[in-house]
């Protein structure tokens, strides 16, 4: 096995939970070795979700939801840390996740609490990505 990294986001609807998810991450041995608090702009989340612009949802419901509020952008680190992650965050629809995965506290598809990268490609983009934003340091 070999450390790794990846990427999560705190989606809007996480932020009253922020520290009981990372204290679940942190129990299985999955560190936080970078973190930043960014509002997402309509911009950034074209180049982010690149692959949703042409669909309707996008600019109804997407980008309005994902510039409601803080997000927290976390790099973790840990063995096998993509696959670990994406298996404690469980499947996009929290109605698929079993009950000790982050998601299954979602609302539904979009509104599910977290986002994680999907493969090292996934990662390396989207750790671009984040590191692209100049935002201020948020007190």
């Given amino acids: 096995m070999s450390k790794k990294r990846t990427i999560v986001l705190f989606k809007p609807d996480s932020i009253g939970i922020w520290g009981e998810i990372l204290t679940f991450l942190e129990k299985e041995d999955l560190a936080v070795i970078g973190a930043k608090t960014v509002m997402l702009d309509r911009s950034f989340l074209k180049k982010w979700y690149c692959h949703l612009v042409d669909k309707p949802f996008f600019s109804s419901e997407l980008v309005p939801y994902m510039t409601s509020g803080l997000i927290l952008a976390l790099v973790i680190e840990g063995e096998e840390a993509i696959e670990r992650v ?28 977290i986002h994680c990268s999907d493969s090292m490609k996934s990662f390396f983009r989207e750790y671009n990505l984040l ?9």
């Fill in 131 to 139: 590191r692209s934003l100049k935002t201020p340091v948020i007190f």
């Fill in 86 to 113: 994406r298996q404690l965050v469980g499947p996009t629809d929290p109605k698929d996740c079993v009950s000790n995965q982050i998601r299954s506290h979602g609302k539904d598809r979009m509104r599910n609490l």
